[in-house]
């Protein structure tokens, strides 16, 4: 299997792992990095399940995923900026520590998903590699 399939699948699985819904998230301020990373999980998966074959491509539903990520990628740091927690997060404390390289992490984010060139399902396929990488390589980090 190529490197970048594997990276790819691994950044799917980090992701498909933020589907299971946190209930009883007390901290509005949790619940909206929460929500804003279930942004994330949901066009990082309508993008790859396009690159997957698992969804027929759409080069304009491809562009709106992409918009989607971005912002919700150049969200990141601003969401996580107050150092508050829940019982139920899965941030670990290890992202106020280390908070430069945790918003170098989220920037690299954003920039693979503005890279992806979602004009055709091969630009999906080559931009999904890097973008699972930049998922798992937070996740590693700073998720429980």
């Given at each position: 299997m190529k490197l970048q399939a594997k990276i790819f699948g691994l950044g799917l699985v980090l992701v498909a792992g933020m589907a299971v819904a946190k209930d009883g998230v007390t901290n509005p301020?949790?619940?909206?990095?929460?929500?804003?990373?279930q942004v994330v999980r949901v066009n990082t998966g309508t993008l790859g399940d396009m690159a997957a074959g698992k969804?027929?491509?759409?080069?304009?539903?491809a562009a709106e995923a992409q918009a989607a990520l971005v912002a919700a990628a150049a969200?990141?740091?601003?969401?996580f900026e107050p150092e508050e927690t829940d019982p139920v997060s899965e941030a670990r404390p290890e992202?106020?520590?280390m908070f430069d390289e945790f918003t170098a992490k989220a920037k690299s984010l954003e920039e693979a998903a503005a890279a992806v060139d979602t004009a055709s399902l091969d630009g999906v396929k080559?931009?999904?590699?890097?973008?699972?990488?930049?998922?798992?390589?937070?996740?590693?980090?700073y998720r429980m």
């Open positions: 301020v949790v619940k909206e990095r929460m929500d804003l990373m969804a027929p491509f759409d080069a304009a539903r969200d990141i740091p601003a969401k992202i106020w520590m080559a931009g999904m590699g890097p973008v699972g990488a930049s998922c798992k390589a937070c996740h590693s980090d």
